[in-house]
């Protein structure tokens, strides 16, 4: 992870740049390289060329540990794809509905497979729903703008409201059918996830220059360790007054270090076990 310095090695190696073997600074965020998926995993073919060799742990892990050596798990998605996919697009909503962010990190031809192979792979899961967010790097995730903070609350960034497009995908006649969905988000998430209403927690509030300063600092970002409880940083402090006012628990962290990485406390967590 630190990675390998020139001079820890002979002298015959060619000094023009400090590193033999470059770090990998982004490492601390888990969420994105790998997810899990029901009993299944996705090793994901990271955006940017300089996250791809984080994959590796994960396909070492896999293939070589003693835990699943004997009882090997189903791979949803290979590093070795030729399309884009990260952790941080994908939002386990309910034991059949799984959301996932067409965004900078994420295409839709990534998603197209995926669902195609959860479809096959995990019988539970009937429904992705692809959210359109757009490529801006300052939404480069779904979990950047909205997650889940309960089985009917979720935070999200305002701005992405007004433009965001939903898609549908179902297994039809043994093939994956994408349509757009024509209602609001509220709506589509109380239909899909059978609720009688949801709440949308608004990152900054009702305050334009307060939500694109709490997005930037990740006050979307939930780690949710349990229905209406989350992990989160204290600077957000108006996002964290409305996730409370909603009736959610929250743990705040310190993160003027850490948030300096673009990510919050979803962007640093890799669950394994979901109940």
């Known amino acids: ?14 000094e023009t740049s400090p590193f033999y073997i470059d ?31 984080e994959t590796l742990y994960a ?4 293939n070589h540990h003693p835990m699943f050596m004997k009882n ?34 994420t295409d839709m031809e990534s998603i197209k497979k995926l669902a195609a192979r959860i479809f096959e792979a995990e019988p539970s899961f009937e429904q992705v729903l692809a959210f ?11 979990d950047a703008v909205f997650t889940m903070v309960d089985h ?39 239909r899909y996830l059978d609720l009688p209403a949801v709440e949308l927690i608004r990152c900054g509030g009702n305050d334009i220059t307060a939500a694109a300063r709490e997005q930037w600092n990740d006050g979307a970002n939930t780690l949710a360790i349990a229905p209406g409880e989350v992990i989160v940083y204290d600077r957000n402090t108006i996002t964290n007054k409305k996730l409370k006012e909603a009736g959610v628990k929250i743990n705040t962290i310190p993160g003027s270090e850490l948030v300096r990485g673009r990510g919050g406390p979803r962007c640093m967590s890799m669950p394994f076990v979901r109940e």
């Open 152 to 190: 009917d609350k979720f935070t999200i960034h305002p701005e992405i409201e007004g433009d965001l497009v939903v898609y549908s995908l179902i297994k039809a006649n043994q093939k994956v059918t994408i349509s757009e969905e024509k209602d609001t988000l509220e709506n589509i998430l109380c």
């Open 23 to 53: 770090p990998m600074p982004n490492l601390y965020f888990t969420r994105d390289p790998f997810l899990t998926i029901g009993s299944s995993i996705a090793l994901n073919k990271m955006y940017a060329e300089t996250r791809r060799r």
């Open 72 to 105: 090997s798990v189903n791979l949803l998605y290979d590093r070795e794809d030729s399309t884009r996919l990260e952790g941080g697009d994908v939002l386990v909503l309910s034991s059949k509905v799984l959301a996932v962010g067409i965004s900078q990190r």
């Open 1 to 14: 992870m630190a990675g390998l310095k020139r001079n820890q090695l002979s002298s015959r190696v060619d």
């Open 132 to 142: 359109n967010i757009g490529e801006e790097r300052k939404f480069m995730h779904l």
């Open 59 to 62: 396909k070492y892990i896999f």
